[in-house]
Antibody
Framework: EVQLVESGGGLVQPGGSLRLSCAAS????????MSWVRQAPGKGLEWVAN????????YYVDSVKGRFTISRDNAKNSLYLQMNSLTVEDTAVYYC???????????WGQGTLVTVSS | DIVMTQFPDSLAVSLGERATINCKSS????????????LAWYQQKPGQSPKLLIF???TRESGVPDRFSGSGSGTDFTLTISSLQAEDVAVYYC?????????FGQGTKVEIK
């Protein structure tokens, strides 16, 4: 069974940092593009970042460029999102999602809530 | 960026009746060399993560009931639920994966009348 399990969310003050993790199982992790997608409370979905299977290419939405870093460890079947300089606008549920290049997200984790507040 | 606009924002449909959701992109998501529309539909039930329903505008994901269908090309797309069931109450999102950043519509909430 394909499974994605996020962790690492929590409450952080504005300007702080947080690192999210996503543990993948049930598929060949190293063959897939992976993404982070977020959803602010009561709002819609926003793509955040993508990473190529070998980690060599990464793409970000403009609002997080220079602050967030997506990475992966294929030996550990894990995806990460390092989030720095957090603002209240980054408050959201963060989902890890699987997808091939130029393809939809066909599997999603349950999400982890990040709350940025003083 | 490609802007995705869904309409209506919400709709209430009687059980067994048809529900139709529209999605319009600000520029084409049809890639002419392979004649594919880079457009997907997702369903998000309350308290759950999104689930892929339709991709390439009209291809149902494995396991998705055939009452769900997608149509359209270029910039105008439609998700149709042919006979609404109670378990279809959810928010539905369209998404383009033609360009970066990938973008989603604002969502359409489907309820039972």
């Amino acid at each position: 069974e394909v499974q994605l399990v996020e962790s690492g969310g929590g409450l952080v003050q504005p300007g702080g940092s947080l690192r999210l993790s996503c543990a993948a199982s049930g598929f060949t992790f190293s063959s897939y593009w992976m993404s982070w997608v977020r959803q602010a409370p009561g709002k819609g979905l926003e793509w955040v970042a993508n990473i190529k299977p070998d980690g060599s290419d990464k793409y970000y939405v403009d609002s997080v460029k220079g602050r967030f870093t997506i990475s992966r460890d294929n030996a550990k079947n894990s995806l990460y999102l390092q989030m720095n300089s957090l603002t209240v606008e980054d408050t959201a549920v963060y989902y890890c999602a699987r997808g091939a290049y130029a393809s939809p997200r066909d599997c999603w984790g349950q999400g982890t809530l990040v709350t940025v507040s003083s | 960026d490609i802007v995705m606009t869904q309409f209506p924002d919400s709709l209430a449909v009687s059980l067994g009746e048809r529900a139709t959701i529209n999605c319009k992109s600000s520029q084409t998501v049809l890639y002419s060399p392979n004649n594919k529309n880079y457009l997907a539909w997702y369903q998000q039930k309350p308290g759950q993560s999104p689930k892929l329903l339709i991709f390439w505008a009209s291809t149902r994901e494995s396991g998705v009931p055939d009452r769900f269908s997608g149509s359209g090309s270029g910039t105008d797309f439609t998700l149709t639920i042919s006979s609404l069931q109670a378990e279809d109450v959810a928010v539905y999102y369209c998404q383009q994966y033609f360009g970066t950043p990938e973008t989603f519509g604002q969502g359409t909430k489907v309820e039972i009348k």
